[in-house]
Protein backbone atom coordinates (compact mmCIF):
# COMPACT_ATOMS: atom_id res chain seq x y z
CA UNK A 1 0.00 0.00 0.00
CA UNK A 2 1.18 3.53 -0.96
CA UNK A 3 2.48 5.74 1.65
CA UNK A 4 1.97 9.59 0.83
CA UNK A 5 3.07 13.08 2.70
CA UNK A 6 6.10 10.90 3.94
CA UNK A 7 9.58 13.47 4.92
CA UNK A 8 11.51 10.38 4.62
CA UNK A 9 11.58 6.76 3.37
CA UNK A 10 13.34 4.94 6.65
CA UNK A 11 15.86 2.01 6.30
CA UNK A 12 12.92 -0.19 7.52
CA UNK A 13 10.23 0.73 5.82
CA UNK A 14 8.96 -1.93 2.98
CA UNK A 15 8.09 0.74 0.63
CA UNK A 16 11.23 0.86 -1.29
CA UNK A 17 9.79 2.46 -4.17
CA UNK A 18 9.43 6.48 -4.25
CA UNK A 19 8.04 9.45 -6.09
CA UNK A 20 9.48 12.90 -4.31
CA UNK A 21 7.32 15.94 -5.14
CA UNK A 22 7.44 19.78 -4.75
CA UNK A 23 4.33 21.67 -5.24
CA UNK A 24 5.99 24.15 -7.49
CA UNK A 25 7.26 21.79 -9.63
CA UNK A 26 4.68 19.04 -8.99
CA UNK A 27 7.70 16.34 -8.54
CA UNK A 28 11.23 16.07 -8.92
CA UNK A 29 12.56 12.36 -8.81
CA UNK A 30 11.50 8.65 -8.51
CA UNK A 31 12.91 5.46 -8.13
CA UNK A 32 14.50 2.96 -6.43
CA UNK A 33 15.53 3.81 -2.34
CA UNK A 34 17.20 0.68 -2.30
CA UNK A 35 17.24 -2.55 -0.40
CA UNK A 36 15.05 -2.34 2.98
CA UNK A 37 17.71 -1.98 6.12
CA UNK A 38 20.36 -0.77 4.18
CA UNK A 39 19.15 2.68 2.39
CA UNK A 40 16.68 5.34 3.18
CA UNK A 41 15.31 8.23 1.57
CA UNK A 42 16.03 11.63 3.04
CA UNK A 43 15.30 15.20 1.24
CA UNK A 44 14.44 18.56 1.82
CA UNK A 45 11.53 17.82 -0.55
CA UNK A 46 7.96 18.53 1.84
CA UNK A 47 6.65 14.98 0.41
CA UNK A 48 7.83 12.04 -0.56
CA UNK A 49 5.34 9.35 -1.56
CA UNK A 50 6.30 5.42 -0.93
CA UNK A 51 5.16 2.80 -3.20
CA UNK A 52 5.70 -1.36 -1.90
CA UNK A 53 6.22 -1.88 -6.14
CA UNK A 54 7.68 -0.57 -8.98
CA UNK A 55 4.48 -1.53 -10.77
CA UNK A 56 2.33 0.64 -8.92
CA UNK A 57 5.20 3.58 -8.82
CA UNK A 58 4.83 3.68 -12.61
CA UNK A 59 1.00 3.44 -12.50
CA UNK A 60 1.47 7.34 -10.24
CA UNK A 61 3.77 8.38 -12.35
CA UNK A 62 2.39 8.00 -15.49
CA UNK A 63 -1.11 8.99 -14.42
CA UNK A 64 0.35 12.32 -12.59
CA UNK A 65 1.68 13.41 -15.81
CA UNK A 66 -0.96 12.60 -18.29
CA UNK A 67 1.78 11.10 -20.75
CA UNK A 68 1.50 7.11 -21.63
CA UNK A 69 4.43 4.86 -20.58
CA UNK A 70 6.31 8.20 -19.00
CA UNK A 71 8.13 6.14 -16.42
CA UNK A 72 9.55 3.61 -18.99
CA UNK A 73 10.77 6.21 -21.23
CA UNK A 74 12.56 8.09 -18.36
CA UNK A 75 14.10 4.76 -17.28
CA UNK A 76 15.12 3.93 -20.99
CA UNK A 77 16.49 7.54 -21.69
CA UNK A 78 18.48 7.52 -18.35
CA UNK A 79 16.49 10.62 -17.37
CA UNK A 80 18.05 12.68 -14.04
CA UNK A 81 14.41 12.17 -12.82
CA UNK A 82 14.68 8.23 -12.31
CA UNK A 83 17.21 7.30 -9.56
CA UNK A 84 17.65 3.31 -10.61
CA UNK A 85 17.83 0.55 -10.96
CA UNK A 86 14.75 -0.61 -12.12
CA UNK A 87 13.96 -3.98 -12.08
CA UNK A 88 11.89 -3.78 -15.02
CA UNK A 89 13.01 -1.88 -17.94
CA UNK A 90 16.95 -1.07 -18.77
CA UNK A 91 18.49 2.02 -20.09
CA UNK A 92 18.86 1.92 -24.04
CA UNK A 93 22.44 3.36 -24.76
CA UNK A 94 22.36 4.51 -28.80
CA UNK A 95 24.90 3.28 -30.87
CA UNK A 96 27.65 5.53 -32.24
CA UNK A 97 27.15 6.74 -35.56
CA UNK A 98 30.23 5.65 -37.52
CA UNK A 99 31.75 7.69 -39.94
CA UNK A 100 32.60 6.05 -43.19
CA UNK A 101 35.44 6.83 -44.48
CA UNK A 102 35.52 8.92 -47.94
CA UNK A 103 35.51 7.02 -51.24
CA UNK A 104 38.40 8.22 -53.44
Known amino acids: MA ?4 NEITKSNPNRWFFVSDVAEMFNV ?7 NVSEVV ?3 PNIGAF ?3 DELEVYVDTETGIAN ?4 AV ?4 EKFQGPSGKYEPIIPEP ?8
Request: aromatic share 16%; net charge negative.
Open 3 to 6: QFSL
Open 30 to 36: FGYAGDI
Open 43 to 45: TGQ
Open 52 to 54: LTE
Open 70 to 73: YYKD
Open 76 to 79: ESSS
Open 97 to 104: EIEEPPVE
